[in-house]
């Protein structure tokens, strides 16, 4: 039961988004849709994208057996560099020019990639007496990525919402980078006003969550072309009868989308939607995690509110570090409440990745 009495995700933006992250992760695929082949794994990220885009929520399904293989590469993300390394390395010793391909960069770049990787110890090296560096792969880079969802949060979808979020929305539909786009809303008792969904596009699923944090169906997404080339909307004019510039675009070709979605699902692996504890203040006295319906959710005793990220931090006038006794004897757990805060989170991360406890 929330302290402030329930309803905990009507409260602000970033409640919202912490109960939807929360609800893919234990409901992901939602009822009555028909997504993947029903025995996939949901790994949800929160505020991940490329360079031009960020979304609220992803969620990356994955092929069970090759998620629980990704585990031999540890829990950190692989960035583009590492997975160029790791998903071409060859099975023998070999010197790293002949067993890369060319990235299309300088060569100085994928030896400093190669010796992160085996500093990680995802990949073998060594050095001949010629000086060459050579390396040999320790496992198959493996297939886990079968679909990637991204879910825009907007628990205020009036109507000047859904006129901002539609360019957006068009874009993400445009250059088709992931699977499927959503928009996750808050249910206000009947169904999503249809006026709101005439300004989405109609390929945008549409997702109204409950109080309690459950979300429901009220659009079906399309599934959108994510092997075709995509379309990417640099500029768009405003429209109307003073405007008749042209809109500019370019291609972004298979190859491109490709790679691009797979860092996205090594990002979501990597980052998870539980970090907010890392940039919020879980070491001050007066900070809590609380149980909700909706999830395990930030409280403020102090302010006797969920604290949004921005409030939950060092600004924060109401601040006051943990008493050094709770981070000694009377505390069960060494480093205080805070740290305890952080490693609950950081195993319940680890939970959702099969495999990892055992060898990462
Ligand atoms: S007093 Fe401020 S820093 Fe402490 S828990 Fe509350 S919001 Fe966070």
């Known amino acids: 039961m929330s302290p402030t009495g329930g309803g905990a ?34 790994v949800v990220a929160r505020q991940i994208g490329t360079k031009r885009r960020r979304w ?26 590492l997975l160029h390394v790791v998903r071409n390395a060859p099975a023998e010793w070999t010197w790293y020019r002949d067993a890369l391909p060319d990235p299309g960069y300088p060569w ?10 085996a500093d990680r110890g995802v990949v073998e090296t060594r050095r001949r007496s010629n000086n ?25 979808l009036d109507a000047s919402a859904a006129r901002a979020l ?12 992931a699977d499927e786009v959503w928009v996750a809303t808050t249910e206000t008792g009947g169904t999503v006003e249809p006026a709101l969904i005439e300004d989405v596009p109609v390929e945008a699923g549409v997702l109204t969550v409950d109080a309690a944090g459950d979300a429901a169906v009220s659009w079906h997404p399309r599934s959108l072309p994510v092997d075709d080339p995509g379309t990417r909307i640099l500029e768009r004019p405003a429209g109307g009868d003073r405007d008749a510039s042209a809109a ?9 989308k490709a790679d691009k979605r797979l860092e996205l699902a090594e ?10 504890a890392d940039t919020m203040r879980p070491d001050c006295r007066h900070f809590r995690l609380t149980d909700e319906s909706a999830g395990f959710l930030p409280y403020c005793a102090a302010k006797e509110c969920h604290p949004t990220a921005g409030e939950c931090s060092g600004s924060c006038s109401e601040f006051e570090p943990e008493p050094p006794v709770w981070r000694s004897g009377d505390w069960p757990i060494s480093g205080g409440p805070g740290k305890g805060i952080k490693r609950l989170l950081e195993r319940q991360r680890r939970r959702q990745r099969p495999e990892l406890d055992e060898r990462a």
């Open 9 to 42: 995700v009507d409260d602000s933006e970033f409640l919202f988004e912490l109960a939807v992250c929360q609800w893919a992760e234990r409901a992901w695929p939602p009822a009555g849709t028909e997504t993947g082949d029903g025995d996939s794994v949901a």
């Open 56 to 81: 609220d929520t992803v969620v990356v399904e994955c092929d069970p057996e090759g998620l629980a293989l990704r585990a031999n590469f540890g829990l950190d993300e692989l960035d583009s560099d």
């Open 108 to 117: 100085r770049y994928v030896r400093e990639a190669v010796h992160e990787a």
């Open 132 to 156: 060459r560096v050579e390396i040999r792969r320790k496992w198959v880079y493996p297939d886990w990525v079968e679909r990637i969802v991204a879910i825009e949060n907007k628990p205020d």
């Open 166 to 177: 539609g360019p957006q929305l068009e874009r993400d539909v445009a250059i088709s980078l």
């Open 248 to 256: 500019r675009f370019e291609y972004a070709d298979p190859e491109w």
């Open 267 to 276: 990002r979501a692996y990597g980052r998870g939607w539980r970090s907010y």
